[in-house]
């Protein structure tokens, strides 16, 4: 009986397999509840005593060997499987894989957020397809009122009142109706203009419009944030303030930022001046800050805005505004950016 047990423990030992499959059989062999173990450890009680001890030690040598065995085996098997039908073949040249780049105004926008972020602005954006009010009346401008040919408006339908935004204005009407102040917020979107479409304009562009209403808020406020804008995203801070004309703004201005006249390009940007005109902006016509249920008495705020499309024209020397809405990955993937 002893030499038949050590027969299988050098069978076990001399025991290869090739698959999965043949150690599962040879584990079921040896170690399954109805194995050949279990058949030895049953006979033990008809083992004359004497040779109980040898008997048992031979027994469990074989257990030993049969588990390490199956234990072995199936580590083999399990990284085999892995390295060939997981990953394939470990030494073969690697894909190379393409990272994505952000659209030119996606890249100028966020840069815009990033900087009045950091003086406490949040963002607010509002509906693309707006109401008569909040475009236009809230804002100063009643109807017949001559300023509301400044921006051809597109009407969804025949309905008056219902028009694709003109600016980002109205985003700002629509956060003093349901916020109270200490207001500071910056609202960038899509605008539309009944406009021929041309290397220069478009029917449809970005803005970046900004609003600050709080007790106190005067011009020299608005000045000073502009001058901190200009010098975060173009490292210049010379400005200048041109009186003009808003509806909504009283005073109102345009600003310009001195580029200055250093290469060819500056030239070329600036007509010649070294200046270039970046945005619109003004003290918020108390009108508008009633029309919005804020007490014209108790607080006054200022406001701007500039257009995204024109800036990104401007930093990267793009000739066609219809560039930035072709879709041309060649163009597009000029633009790799961190932001
Ligand atoms: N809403 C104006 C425009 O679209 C820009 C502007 C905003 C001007 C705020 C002054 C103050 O032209």
């Given at each position: ?113 990033d900087i009045f972020s950091r003086i406490g602005f949040n963002v607010s954006e ?42 980002t204005s109205s985003v700002q009407v629509r956060y003093m109706e349901n916020n ?10 899509r605008v539309y203009r009944n406009e021929a479409i041309s290397a220069r304009s ?138």
């Open positions: 009986m002893i030499d038949n047990i050590k027969k299988h423990i050098a069978e076990v030992e001399a025991f290869t397999a090739n698959a999965q499959g043949e150690v599962e059989a040879f584990r079921i062999k040896y170690l399954g509840s109805k194995g050949l173990l279990k058949d030895f450890f049953s006979e033990f009680k008809n083992v004359p005593n004497e040779q109980k001890k040898e008997f048992g030690q031979t027994i469990n040598a074989l257990k030993k060997a049969a588990e390490e065995k199956v234990n072995f085996l199936k580590n083999s098997f399990d990284t085999s499987t892995d390295l060939n039908s997981v990953y394939g073949d470990l030494t073969r040249p690697g894909e190379p894989f393409t990272v994505g780049s952000r659209h030119p105004i996606s890249v100028v926008k966020n840069k815009i957020i509002g509906p693309e397809i707006e109401d008569d009010w909040h475009n236009f009346t809230a804002l100063n401008l009643p109807e017949y009122h001559p300023a509301r040919d400044m921006q051809d408006t597109f009407f969804v339908e025949k309905d008056p009142d219902v028009l694709l935004r003109t600016h109270k102040p200490p207001i500071r917020t910056i609202s960038p979107g478009h029917c449809f562009f970005h803005q970046v419009e900004g609003l600050y209403v709080d007790k106190g808020v005067s011009f020299a406020d608005l000045k000073q944030t502009l001058q901190y804008f200009t010098t975060e995203m173009f490292g210049k801070s010379k400005i200048r303030l041109r009186p003009s004309y808003f509806p909504f703004t009283e005073p109102s201005a345009e600003v310009d930022v001195y580029w200055g006249l250093e290469t060819e390009t500056d030239y070329k940007m600036t007509k010649g001046t070294g200046w270039l005109e970046i945005m619109g902006c003004g003290m918020v016509d108390p009108n508008v800050l009633t029309n919005c249920g804020i007490d014209a008495n108790e607080y006054s705020g200022f406001a701007f805005g500039m257009g995204i499309d024109r800036i990104a024209l401007l930093l990267h020397q793009i000739p066609d505004i219809r560039m930035l809405s072709e879709n041309d990955i060649r163009f597009l993937e000029q633009f790799k950016s961190s932001y």
